[in-house]
C-alpha cells in the first residue's frame, strides 16, 4: 500500500469526516479509497463496466440491420 501525505481545505475534509462516520470506517484513508472506488463506477466508461459486457455478450448472436443510406436509417428511428 501506498503511504500519501496530503494538504486537504477544511471543506473536503468535513466531507471525509462524514463518508468516515456514515461507513465506520477508521480512518480518512479508507474514507478518500471509498470515495475513489465510487468516482470509478460511476465515471468508468461503459464499455468497461462487466453489466455492459454482459448485455453485449447477450445480443451478440442478433443478426444487424442493413441500411441502403442514412436517410433510410433516420426515417426507420425517427
Known amino acids: 500500500m501506498v503511504q500519501a501525505l496530503i494538504e ?3 471543506n473536503t475534509n468535513r466531507v471525509l469526516n462524514i463518508v ?3 461507513y ?3 480512518d480518512k484513508g ?3 479509497q471509498l470515495v475513489v472506488n ?3 463506477e460511476e465515471e468508468n466508461e461503459p464499455e468497461l463496466r462487466p453489466e455492459f459486457i454482459e448485455k453485449i ?3 451478440e448472436h442478433l443478426k444487424g ?3 441502403k443510406s442514412v436517410k433510410e ?3 426507420r428511428y425517427e
Do not use: V
Open 20 to 22: 468516515k462516520a456514515k
Open 57 to 59: 455478450k447477450k445480443t
Open 73 to 75: 436509417l433516420r426515417k
Open 65 to 67: 440491420i442493413k441500411f
Open 8 to 10: 486537504i481545505n477544511e
Open 30 to 32: 479508507q474514507a478518500i
Open 24 to 26: 465506520s470506517l477508521r
Open 38 to 40: 465510487k468516482y470509478i
